[in-house]
């Protein structure tokens, strides 16, 4: 069940997507600048979901997680990739 923050968030933005209880297949931290980039895959979803912080995290690989994001489109070698960016992430 989604927060009160959470409910609030995704009703002033409407291309907001909340999903609870997603398994983490695969968590990648990598630098670049101050910021440290996250890549997660999570189970049964073939688009990488994607954040930033400013120090790297405990892997998330096989946990839980309650993920609020919204869809993107990247550039990468000159494709155009979809990708989930995340807004707000909390283990379940």
């Not at 009703?11 to 997507?17: A, F, G, P, S």
């Not at 890549?39 to 049964?44: K, R, S």
């Not at 400013?54 to 609020?68: F, H, P």
Request: net charge positive; charged share 35%.
């Amino acid at each position: 069940m989604a927060s009160k923050k959470v409910d609030k968030m995704l009703k002033k933005h409407d291309r907001l997507v909340h999903s609870e209880a997603m398994k983490i297949i695969s968590h990648t931290q990598r630098e670049k600048e101050e910021w440290v980039l996250h890549t997660l895959m999570a189970e049964g979803c073939e688009t990488p979901f994607k954040f930033r912080r400013t120090q790297k995290y405990k892997s998330l690989a096989g946990a839980r997680v309650n993920i609020t994001y919204y869809s993107e489109t990247e550039q990468l070698a000159g494709f155009e990739i979809d990708i989930f960016k995340i807004v707000r992430i909390k283990r379940a």
